[in-house]
């Protein structure tokens, strides 16, 4: 498997557990905003540190974080916000990913305060996680 499988597999069970159950508007890796009154999520999946694991396979192993940012009109307060930031700690606390291999951990958390800029309340989950793929 691939760092390309690892973020389209991360990626999928957002769109699973989160963004369909909870029929969320969501925007992938800076694809540009829709105009809407509901909530929405902005959704960036990075790799960042990797090392290899093994010389004879040529195993890999990454750490990654999916950055989860909830926006909806500040009028409409923050409690929407908070149902679906804890949503998503919930789909991705202590789960796997089977194939490629990826283990959410440490668990997600929401980040920092929430902020309000110009009209609009700004949420941020974080999800870090690791994956293992051959190279």
Known sequence: MSQAA???AVRQRFIDQVATPQELV???DNAPE???SNPRARVTITLE???QLTMGLR???AT???EVQLMQPRERGDAAL???AQAVVDAFRGQRIASPLVRFNPPPYMAGAMDTEDATVRRTVRVPFLCDFQG
Do not use: C
């Open 6 to 8: 690892a973020i389209t």
């Open 26 to 28: 969501v925007v992938y």
């Open 34 to 36: 829709p105009a809407t």
């Open 49 to 51: 540190d990797e090392v």
């Open 59 to 61: 195993k890999w192993r």
């Open 64 to 66: 990654g974080v999916m």
């Open 82 to 84: 908070l149902t679906l």
